[in-house]
Nanobody
Framework: QVQLVESGGGLVQPGGSLRLSCTASGETLDHYAIGWFRQAPGKEREAVSCISGKTTTTYYEDSAKGRFTVSRDKTKNTVYLQMNSLRPEDTAVYYC??????????????????????WGQGTQVTVSS
């Protein structure tokens, strides 16, 4: 079973930056849509961003636009989420997810992707002074 693995979380002050990484063992992520999601305590999981596996298109939720950047490094089989200007409300466990090519939908419905069947264990991001 392919497992996605997130890393890079931590404690950061408001206004600071973190870069999250998503990689996989036993699978090349190059051509798969990879979504970033987060879940804060007591709240439902919400989408943050998605990078297409078919094109270079990236997608962002309003909460992430202008502050977060998703990118892919094929040489490292890794997808990144660069997060700048972090706010306390960004505090959450961040997950990456994908369908690993099992569906035709790419990032089309990433805001609520029932077809994303592969998930990481999450990495905690805490924004606090």
């Amino acid at each position: 079973q392919v497992q996605l693995v997130e890393s890079g979380g931590g404690l950061v002050q408001p206004g600071g930056s973190l870069r999250l990484s998503c990689t996989a063992s036993g699978e090349t992520l190059d051509h798969y849509a990879i979504g970033w999601f987060r879940q804060a305590p007591g709240k439902e999981r919400e989408a943050v961003s998605c990078i297409s596996g078919k094109t270079t298109t990236t997608y962002y939720e309003d909460s992430a636009k202008g502050r977060f950047t998703v990118s892919r490094d094929k040489t490292k089989n890794t997808v990144y989420l660069q997060m700048n200007s972090l706010r306390p409300e960004d505090t959450a466990v961040y997950y990456c997810g994908s369908d690993l090519g099992k569906s035709p939908w790419d990032c089309d419905y990433y805001s609520d992707p029932p077809y994303f069947g592969f998930w990481g264990q999450g990495t905690q991001v805490t924004v606090s002074s």
